[in-house]
Every structure is written in structure tokens, then in C-alpha cells.
């Protein structure tokens, strides 16, 4: 199997731009897609981006996905910071039997 | 609205049998295209996929947590469930039923969580 490498957290000031690696140890990063999740203390995950790039319904335009085949990674980028966007946000993806495999987790603090 | 909702005992006696029920509202799992998941956040860290089961009874598990881990359901109930034996103070988490889209693989919505500790 493989793993999923975020950095444990990031930091930003409201208004800026982040970006949240999560590179694959094994295969292909376009062999499966990535999901991203956000979730806020004390509560279940929600879905950021699906698919590489796709954004669920009611998810702002200011979060985007991709991969990168050259590094083997995935990104999601929150650009126009705000304060509510702090929270826990987590890759996902999966191998050929379809087993799960979720990254570490990245800490994003808007300060 | 799909609506996920776990269920059971909220502290196991350690070497004793976890036994978790996630009701499911708004959506039938015999409509297929879904998998009906088991997900674990030990506390203060990330997530870990326990496994899955279609509603044709395939099932799907974590092969770190394969030897003691059942996943069945009962569509009759519009339920699935969660069997985690000989369980220890590491397995002490909140445990999250979700389903999953079978072609993107995508966990789309999420119960609430339920704690579970494992104490004497």
C-alpha cells in the first residue's frame, strides 16, 4: 500500500493564499483521485474537493485541487483567506482493491 | 437528504468486542452504487479508514485492522454495522459511519461520530 504525506500544519494571514501539499510515497498520484476534507473541531468531515479539482456544491470558488505527476502530489489551495476557513483539512484517496488511504492531516491557522 | 446516524455502547471493556450500528435515512443502501464505510479518529489525530461494504454484502477492510474487524449489514433495517474484537485502550476513538461513492470513491456524508473508550 501507500501513504499520504500532508505537512502537519500551515499558517496565513486573511486575505493571503495556502496551499496544502499531500504527496503519494507509491504509484501514480493520477492513478486514483484525491479528495479533500475539511473538518472543524468537534465536528465530522466535510468534503472540499472530490476528484482532483471538483468542487462539491456550496464550496466557495476560493478552493481549488490539483495533482502534479512531476512531484507525485496534490495540492488544495484556499486563496482569500478567512478566518473561517480554519480548520483540519485531509487528503484521501484509494488503490486498485479500492482500500482507503487518508493522509496525515494539515493544520491551517488564519492569523 | 442523505443522514447517517451511529449507534452502540460508548465504553468497551478491554479483550471485549466493539459493536457499532450506523442507521441510514434519506437513502436506501440497496439501491447500490455506494459503499457503507467504517472511519476511526483516535483522539486528537487523523483519520483512519476501517472498511467498507456494498449492499451485496462485498466488503472491503483496512489490512491493518483485517483480523479483527466485521462489517455486515442488514438492508431490511436500512443498517450496517461495526464488530472490532480484542479491543485495547488504542483502539479508544471517535468512530464515523460515511458513505462513499463507488465510482469516486468520494465520502460523501458522514454521521456525527460516535466516542468510543475502551477502559475497565
Known amino acids: 500500500n501507500f501513504m499520504l504525506t500532508q505537512p502537519h500544519s500551515v499558517s496565513e494571514s486573511p486575505g493571503k493564499t495556502v496551499t496544502i501539499s499531500c504527496t503519494r510515497s507509491?504509484?501514480?498520484?493520477?492513478?486514483?483521485?484525491v479528495q479533500w476534507y475539511q473538518q472543524r473541531p468537534g465536528s465530522a468531515p466535510t468534503t472540499v474537493i472530490y476528484?482532483?479539482?471538483?468542487?462539491p456544491s456550496g464550496v466557495p470558488d476560493r478552493f481549488s485541487g490539483s495533482i502534479d505527476s512531476s512531484s507525485n502530489s496534490a495540492s488544495l489551495t484556499i486563496s482569500g483567506l478567512k478566518t473561517e476557513d480554519e480548520a483540519d483539512y485531509y487528503c484521501q484517496s484509494y488503490d486498485s482493491s479500492i482500500h482507503v488511504v487518508f493522509g496525515g492531516g494539515t493544520k491551517l491557522t488564519v492569523l | 437528504q442523505v443522514q447517517l446516524q451511529e449507534s452502540g455502547p460508548g465504553l468497551v471493556k478491554p479483550s471485549q468486542t466493539l459493536s457499532l450500528t450506523c442507521t441510514v435515512s434519506?437513502?436506501?443502501?440497496?439501491?447500490?452504487?455506494?459503499?457503507w464505510s467504517w472511519i476511526r479518529q483516535h483522539p486528537g489525530k487523523g483519520l483512519e479508514w476501517i472498511g467498507y461494504?456494498?449492499?451485496?454484502?462485498?466488503?472491503y477492510y483496512n489490512p491493518s485492522l483485517k483480523s479483527r474487524v466485521t462489517i455486515s449489514v442488514d438492508t431490511s433495517k436500512n443498517q450496517f454495522s461495526l464488530k472490532l474484537s480484542s479491543v485495547t485502550a488504542a483502539d479508544t476513538a471517535v468512530y464515523y459511519c460515511a458513505r462513499a461513492g463507488s465510482t469516486t470513491m468520494t465520502f460523501d456524508y458522514w454521521g456525527q461520530g460516535t466516542l468510543v473508550t475502551v477502559s475497565s
Open positions: 476528484e482532483d479539482n471538483q468542487r
Open positions: 461494504i456494498y449492499y451485496s454484502g462485498s466488503t
Open positions: 507509491s504509484g501514480s498520484i493520477a492513478s486514483n483521485y
Open positions: 434519506g437513502g436506501s443502501i440497496s439501491s447500490g452504487g455506494y459503499y
